[in-house]
C-alpha cells in the first residue's frame, strides 16, 4: 500500500504550505526534505551551496530520499530538484503516490521574490536573473515533473481547501483500487 504522499514541483508553488494542510488534514506526519538535508548538513541549503557547491547538495539530497523509502503514514515535501534524481523515483513509487504542484512561471517568479526564506533556501542555479532561471529551469525540469507525478494539480488557480480535497479524492480512489 502507498503510505507516503509525495509532493514535488517548482520553487515557491507552495509544498510545505500544501503538504503540513494535508498531513494535518489525515492526520499523518509531515517532512520536507529540505529541512532534513539542512539538518543533516547542519547548515543552510545556501551555505551548503556554498561550500559543497550544488554537486554536493544534490549527493545530500539523493541520499535523505533514499531513505525516505523506510517512511509510512506521512506527507513528504521535496524540493524542487528533487525529479533529478530519477534513478531513485520508481522505488520511491513503489511506496508513494506524487502529486505534482504547479502555477503559472510569473505566479513562481513572484512568490520566490517575496518569501523571505529565498536567500537561504533558494541560492541562484543558473546566475540568471530570478524570472529567466525561473522559465528555463521549469521548462528543463516540466518532463521529469509529468514523468514522475501520479496526479498534477494548478495551485495558481485554486484554494488550499480545494488543493487538498482533489488530492485527497484522487489519493482515496487510488488506495481504494489498488
Ligand atoms: C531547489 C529547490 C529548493 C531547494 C534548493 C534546490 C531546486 O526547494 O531544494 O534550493 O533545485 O529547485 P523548494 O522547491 O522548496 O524551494
Redesign the pocket.
Known amino acids: 500500500m502507498k503510505e507516503i504522499i509525495f509532493l514535488i ?5 507552495g ?2 504550505t500544501i503538504g503540513r494542510a494535508l498531513a494535518d488534514r489525515l492526520g499523518l506526519t509531515f517532512l ?3 529541512v532534513l ?1 539542512c539538518e543533516k548538513k547542519g547548515a543552510t ?1 545556501k551555505a551548503i ?1 556554498q561550500a559543497e557547491g ?1 554537486d554536493g ?1 544534490r549527493r545530500c ?1 539523493q541520499e535523505v530520499l533514499r531513505g525516505l523509502v523506510d517512511q509510512s503514514r506521512c506527507v513528504i ?6 525529479v ?1 534524481h530519477q534513478h531513485l523515483w520508481p522505488l520511491l513509487k513503489e511506496h508513494g503516490y506524487v502529486v505534482w504542484l504547479t502555477a503559472e512561471p510569473d505566479i513562481l517568479c513572484q512568490r ?1 521574490e517575496a518569501d523571505s526564506i ?1 536567500d537561504t ?3 541562484s ?1 543558473s546566475g540568471k536573473a530570478v524570472c529567466a532561471e525561473v522559465r528555463e ?1 521549469l521548462a528543463l ?1 516540466e518532463p521529469l515533473y509529468r514523468e514522475t507525478a501520479d496526479i498534477i494539480v494548478d495551485t495558481g488557480k485554486l484554494s488550499v481547501s480545494d488543493i487538498l480535497n482533489k488530492i485527497i479524492t484522487n489519493y482515496e480512489f487510488v488506495i481504494r483500487n489498488s
Open positions: 514541483g517548482f520553487r515557491a508553488v509544498k510545505t520536507d526534505t529540505d538535508i541549503v551551496v550544488w547538495f539530497e515535501a521535496t524540493g524542487g530538484g528533487a533529478l520566490i529565498s533556501l533558494r541560492p542555479l529551469i525540469r
